[in-house]
DNA sequence: GTGAAAGCGCTAACAC
DNA sequence: GTGTTAGCGCTTTCAC
């Protein structure tokens, strides 16, 4: 770190005093127009840039607000990201992203590393987190969100749906529509807990019907449109009688759409396929599957809202928690 | 922010002075076994966490990279990121992420925002940026990393590929192959630079052979898959006469297929698909588009690489750039 | 409206 | 091996 330009250098070249430069370059209180101008001209002139580190060790505050998701490369948590901005903006604050790949003791670190930033609210997904990152976070004084999940106990703010829930509206509808003959398709259950929620949830309301799985097909690695493709291509081939597929998500159902394409497959006629997120993209597929669509950008920026109001004045359990229901989209499989 | 322990009581209830902690909580170069074991268990027992504000202003030196990406809703950039997480791992720095949303003043915003934090080193997306960032990013006083693009100059390290390049070749290509009368779906054209590089360079190839594009669609907004499938039906519909369509990117390519599927065009017989980056999930698509490969991964990764070296010591002038090549990816548009 | 003094929590540099 | 002193660049507090 070379030596920048200091307050001091500042407040000499606009001939007052550092603090007179302080307030001045912070939109001054009670500064005289005349200094304000004097010190913005000289800050401008040497390319004076604020030091953070010693305005937050000082104020003992910062701006920061750290948010850790587990993955970059899916556009769910893209849209997040996009909603948490939004809702940032205007407060001053700043957001610090920190991705986990979905690896619990690389978030604890994560966690750890933020932490020591001493940012003032901390945004985390899903409510399954290590021993040691639970505490760090009760630990660190600040508000606390935890986001798209809500089954489960939160630490403090939780915005999010149920993805047992979400599982279990998806198997009855499919019911409903007359489907009774199910698979699945998904991946990395290990440490996609929400994902496995819904499998859990849609398999839960399948015995109510005294029904269970047919098929199932998972593989390692993180979900994707080859991966489903591929999977979904093994269990046509095994020559499975099946009339719906429900996937892990999306991007694995429009995967199972080309494999079915391929092996001359009707969708949904023969075979539905059922994905969850509601992604964009999914509208510009041949066969719009069916769905149900997560508020993610939505999650992102009530969570961010609750965080910052929670950051001015202590909340009510009531406040500190918001469950968005998913809303079911049956593309052109409504029977 | 709450009062959180601090150095000072986790040395006394160790039982030594602030500097043995200190120094024992850093890896010890000079404590003893004992000592280094009374301060762990005191820092673990008070819960500790490093105030990084203090360490880096007082030790004049960050842990930070700042990174600047256009965007996070583009996968392009996502895998950019996990580039540059892989390459920073074990270098025990930190990488902070912004996003600009494609616009250069939001950008220059950012950078202020970064270097307030004093990283040790930036890496920004593309070459243009606005006349103040660059001065910022020049005064900064570290090295600087301009990504993607090499068409243009840089501030100081300069990895990526020549986006002209990329529009001639695939030109160049698709002459060879025997197409003639070209389209060119795009879209926000003001704001990706590398894009409207691209199809420069597409269309200077083609004037080379006295040709040019026959039509020609753009919209507003970010490229995406729904985009491409509306501007390709639209060329469709239009009825001219074309046997292949150059697209700003993948996505709106694989818009284009669909498009092209439900008019009933045959692809790539009738008409040729091109597009840019050379994404995952063409693989899963019913046709196999054809695509440049751009090796962003490592663009991100080689970024980092140059950059770390250059925050030990000054790097030659042939050192400080790395220009890849796209490669084509005709997939099953091969004649 | 402005300034001087003290201190945020840590580490560099030097002593012992 | 360990402790002491000084200081990083800013803001808070209080005096004027």
């Known amino acids: 770190m070379r030596t920048k330009p200091t307050l001091v250098e500042v407040a000499a070249l606009a001939g007052v005093s550092k603090m007179t430069a302080s307030r001045a370059l912070r939109g ?149 529509l007359g489907r009774s003959r199910f698979a699945y398709v998904g991946s990395a259950l290990d440490n996609d807990v929400r994902a496995q929620k819904r499998m859990q949830g849609f398999c839960e309301e399948l015995s109510r019907e005294n029904l269970s799985l047919v098929e199932s097909r998972t593989d390692e690695g993180f979900s994707s449109l080859p991966m489903g493709r591929e999977l979904t291509a093994d269990i046509l081939r095994s020559g499975a009688k099946i009339d719906a597929i429900y996937y892990s998500n999306d991007d694995m159902a429009a995967g199972g759409l080309f494999a079915a394409m391929s092996a001359g497959v009707d969708v949904p006629g023969q075979l539905l396929l059922a994905g969850f997120n509601g992604l964009e993209f999914l509208e510009g597929l041949p066969v719009r599957l069916a769905t149900a669509r997560s508020p993610r950008r939505q999650i992102g920026a009530e969570a961010t809202r609750i965080l910052l109001e929670a950051m001015k004045q202590p909340l009510s359990r009531d406040e500190r928690s918001l469950v968005f229901r998913p809303e079911i989209d049956l593309g052109d499989s409504i029977s």
Chains 1, 2 share one sequence.
């Open 28 to 176: 001054a209180s009670d500064v005289s127009e005349r200094n304000i101008e004097k010190v913005l001209r000289a800050s401008e002139e040497i390319g004076y840039v604020t030091n953070h580190l010693a305005t937050s060790l000082s104020s003992q505050t910062t701006n920061l607000i750290g948010v850790v998701v587990p993955s970059l490369s899916n556009v769910v948590f893209a849209e997040v990201l996009a909603g948490i901005s939004d809702a940032i903006q205007e407060s001053g604050k700043q957001p610090v992203f920190g991705v986990s790949n979905y690896n619990a003791e690389v978030e604890t670190g994560i966690i750890r590393d933020m932490l020591s930033w001493r940012p003032s609210g901390m945004i985390v997904t899903g409510l399954e987190q290590t021993e040691q990152s639970r505490k760090l976070l009760e630990g660190a004084g600040i508000p606390v969100a935890q986001i798209m999940d809500v089954d489960g106990d939160a630490i403090d703010i939780n915005v999010g749906l149920s993805h047992v829930d979400a599982g279990r509206e998806m198997a009855r509808t499919l019911l409903n």
